[in-house]
């Protein structure tokens, strides 16, 4: 089993903002989503990354439009889906199965490239979002404009999946696949229903923590940002502990890739994008 990661685009922000005590320099984000290449069920996209969805089109909400206009994203074009597929002789029409790990614009713009995937995704945190109006979502971060009309449809909910227990420091979680090589982590705090992705049968046990912390840095020494950086979690009480656990699994000697730390790491598109 191959897992890479692309960089579908940069966003910038003070460090100070994403790091407990760092500086008003700028820090160029990375927005990562992944593949996997999965013996048995093939090619599997890891969220989309963020996509023209996002940042172009007149048929975009006000809300999408101002979004966008905030945060700036600097689409890499290089590393969208339809070209990442193509490094590995794949079309968008393979992909049969993305896992979405939580409902924020920059993890699921692209879904509507897929048109004959199922969607992995917490069906809890699903019911919620559509049971919310437009205005309660966007204080979530969740744009329903982004989904698919047949999301429901297409749906394949962790509360379907058997769960395998925590054991020697690595956490517990839903298995995707029925084979034990990709399993779905409850990684709560930054978005409603957000979960990680670990892959323990690696020479190097790997925990994709997507959202837990922008920078590695801020997760290793216990640097979580404070205000106003705690205003954007869902459930702020549950970063540290989120976290905590995040470390615990590195000191098992596991290795961690979070969406957005700057640095490359041996799964990505080695000296690619941004």
């Not at 699994?249 to 799964?267: K, N, Q």
Request: charged fraction near 20%; charge should be negative.
């Amino acid at each position: 089993m191959k897992i890479v990661f692309a960089n579908s685009a940069s966003v910038s922000a003070a460090e100070r903002l994403i790091l407990r005590g760092g500086s008003w320099a700028k820090v160029r984000l990375r927005v990562r989503y992944g593949l996997i290449l999965h013996p048995q069920s093939g090619p599997v996209l890891i969220d989309t990354g963020y996509t023209p969805h996002v940042t172009q089109g007149s048929e975009r909400s006000t809300a999408l439009r101002l979004y966008s206009a905030i945060l700036r994203p600097e689409l890499n074009e290089a590393e969208q889906p339809l070209p990442l597929l193509a490094r590995f002789s794949l079309s968008l029409q393979d992909v049969r199965t993305v896992i979405v790990t939580h409902f924020h614009a920059d993890h699921m713009s692209g879904l509507s490239l897929f048109p004959h995937a199922r969607f992995i995704a917490n069906d809890a945190a699903w019911a919620r979002a559509k049971a919310r109006t437009a205005r309660q979502n966007l204080r979530h971060g969740v744009f329903k404009e982004l989904f698919p009309p047949d999301f429901e449809a297409r749906l394949d909910g962790l509360s379907s999946k058997r769960q395998i227990e925590p054991h020697g420091g690595v956490p517990g979680g839903a298995d995707l696949f029925g084979d034990g090589s990709v399993v779905a982590i409850d990684l709560p705090g930054h978005a409603d229903g957000q979960f990680g992705l670990l892959f323990p049968n690696l020479e190097r046990p790997l925990l994709y923590a997507v959202d837990v912390q922008w920078l590695i840095e801020a997760l290793v020494e216990n640097r979580t940002p404070g205000l106003p950086a705690t205003l954007l979690a869902e459930d702020a009480a549950a970063l540290d502990t989120t976290s905590a656990t995040v470390r615990r699994f590195l000191a098992t000697g596991g290795e961690v890739v979070l969406c957005h730390d700057p640095a490359l790491t041996s799964h990505d598109l080695a000296g690619e994008g941004a």
